[in-house]
């Protein structure tokens, strides 16, 4: 069938507006190519494989008390080397003499004779004799199993020396006083006239003798006799008595 000029026309212009209107802008939007409407293609992440070596948090501890350290034991070795050495204790050139074993406290006849109570170990020096009035030189060590137990027996044997004053001896005079050596220390002054008057020991004849304590150990330090006075044997006997308690060291709780 034959179609005439006009109607080929017709036809033509319809076609044309059918394909402007689907290529148009979309409503009430702006232009877009078609390169830009279709969705961007996805870029692929690397993805790690197991090596086998994988690290994990480490888990946090549960959390635990504090561990409990316990003082150590008292020691109740007793060397010789605690003791005094020969040049240290007075007379420095006297013959020395020295024992080990619990025996009685080296003190003046009117006091009671005691041993420690209790002591787990004990030494004893004795330096010189006494010869031409020189005084002898006495110290003793005595440890115990605690402190508690050495503190008693300083209380026990400071009772002991201010009960001298009691005694039967009315030719011999006896007082106590403290000495800041170490802990519980105290002196005994032995006045031969009974003529003893604090402060004016240097016109009484007699000797001093200390006692202290460090630690776990109790020590006896004493120049007794001679034809001395109270304040000269004092001299003499506080200054062992202190490096008595520096060789005591090792019995001291806290360490040196």
């Known amino acids: 069938m034959r179609i005439s000029l006009p109607a080929a026309l017709v036809t033509t212009a319809t076609l044309v507006l059918a394909g402007c209107a689907s290529s148009g802008p979309s409503e009430g939007g702006s232009t877009s190519s078609p390169a830009a409407s279709s969705a961007p293609a996805e870029t692929p992440t690397a993805t790690s494989t197991s090596t086998g070596t994988e690290s994990t948090e480490a888990a946090s501890p549960e959390p635990t008390e504090p561990p409990t350290t316990e003082a150590p034991a008292p ?37 009671e004779q005691t041993a420690p109570d ?15 009035e020189d005084a002898i030189g006495q110290q003793q060590v005595a440890v115990f199993a605690d402190v508690d137990a ?90 062992e008595l202190q490096a008595a308690w520096e060789q005591l060291c090792a019995y001291e709780t806290d360490g040196c």
Request: charged share 20%; with cysteine; net charge negative.
């Open 75 to 111: 020691t109740t070795d007793l060397p010789a080397t605690v003791m005094l050495p020969q040049e240290r204790l007075y007379p420095e050139d006297g013959a020395r003499t020295e024992r080990e074993g619990v025996e009685t406290w080296l003190l003046p006849d009117g006091c």
């Open 118 to 132: 209790g002591a787990a170990a004990m030494r004893t020096v004795v330096q010189g004799d006494g010869a031409f």
């Open 150 to 239: 050495a503190v008693s027996e300083a209380d026990r044997l400071g009772s002991v020396l201010a009960a001298c004053a009691g005694s039967d001896d009315v030719t011999t005079g006896y007082a106590t006083e403290p000495v800041e050596v170490g802990a519980q220390g105290t002196v005994l002054v032995v006045s031969y006239n009974d003529d003893y008057t604090p402060g004016q020991d240097e016109m009484s004849l007699g000797y001093v003798l200390s006692v202290t304590r460090r630690g776990n150990a109790v020590t006896l330090v004493a120049n007794a006799g001679g034809e001395y006075s109270i304040k000269a044997s004092r001299e003499l006997v506080v200054p």
